[in-house]
């Protein structure tokens, strides 16, 4: 069983930043990727960013130049860091693995941005 906690969330103005943490339960060395989904109400999860074991990175299209992810592997975290935040960036923003081949998700953390 793998848990993923995320933190950072919360409330800022257009142009402002979060980072967001997942912490994970295992050591983030045992898994192909790490990912960051974020989700709002009737629509389905929407990936934003990934990180694979070997560095490479993946961003979508809404956070390229703007979002940054990361890993710590020491301290089995990854990062979301969110620059220049847009009111269309309100989301619960959810942490995602795979490990055994089942999928892993965190419990989500709101992000919201006020105009």
């Known amino acids: 069983q793998v848990q993923l906690v995320e933190s950072g969330g919360g409330l800022v103005q257009a142009g402002g930043s979060l980072r967001l943490s997942c912490a994970a339960s295992i050591s983030i060395f045992s898994v192909d990727y790490m990912d960051w989904y974020r989700q709002t109400p009737g629509n389905q999860r929407e990936l934003v960013a990934r990180?694979?074991?070997?560095?490479?990175?993946f961003y979508a299209d809404s956070a390229k130049g703007r979002f940054t992810i990361s890993r710590d592997n020491a301290k089995n975290t990854v990062y979301l860091q969110m620059n220049s935040l847009k009111p269309e960036d309100t989301a619960v923003y959810y942490c995602k693995t795979k490990s055994g081949g089942y999928d892993y998700w965190g419990q989500g953390t709101q992000v919201t941005v006020s105009s």
């Open positions: 990180i694979f074991d070997v560095g490479t990175i």
